[in-house]
């Protein structure tokens, strides 16, 4: 199940960048479909957004960079669309965070781009789809850096340094929310 709803999202960010030219709303559109369609093939919704959100955000960042965008200049997004369309069928944000961003770390390392980056951006995008949801958004920020710090960890500790190094250099994010959930790893 886990491979096809990775095609999904892959397939279907390529069909709609394709068709319309416009990366940012095809990726919104197409992680929130491909989620909350998932869910709702599924009776429990929190069983449901385990993995999913995972594979979904894997899958679109994998469907973006074979169109000839970055991973970096799309990681925000991916995570932003998957964290408000689980808070929508009302799923768990904070666990949903944690995958979002860690689908788009395994998925920029499987395409070769900027790990560190990605990594960066999709922290970003959690932390803004949090302040848009209205929910908080420094347990948002902490699970996104540990669904970052986990997911470059599984790469290798080559990518889980860079991605660490470049958490704690961003201005955009708090440093003291980075170090503690470094810290909690």
Known sequence: ??????????????????????????????????????????????GATIGAVSSVTKGAITGVVSVGSTAVEAASDIVSSAVKSVSEVGGDVGMAT????????????????????AAVAAVE????????????????AEHAVLGAVHAADEIGSDAGSAVREALIASAAIPREVIESAISKK
């Open 1 to 46: 199940m886990i491979d096809k709803i990775i095609n999904e999202a892959k397939d279907g960010v390529v069909a709609a960048i394709k068709g319309t030219g416009d990366v940012v709303n095809a990726l919104r559109t197409t992680v929130k479909d491909v989620i909350v369609g998932t869910v709702n093939d599924v009776d429990q919704v929190a």
């Open 98 to 117: 944690k995958d979002a961003v860690s689908g788009v770390v395994k998925g920029t390392a499987e395409v070769g781009g900027d790990v560190a980056g």
């Open 125 to 140: 995008g959690a932390i803004k789809a949090a302040e848009d949801i209205g929910t908080d958004v420094g347990q948002a």
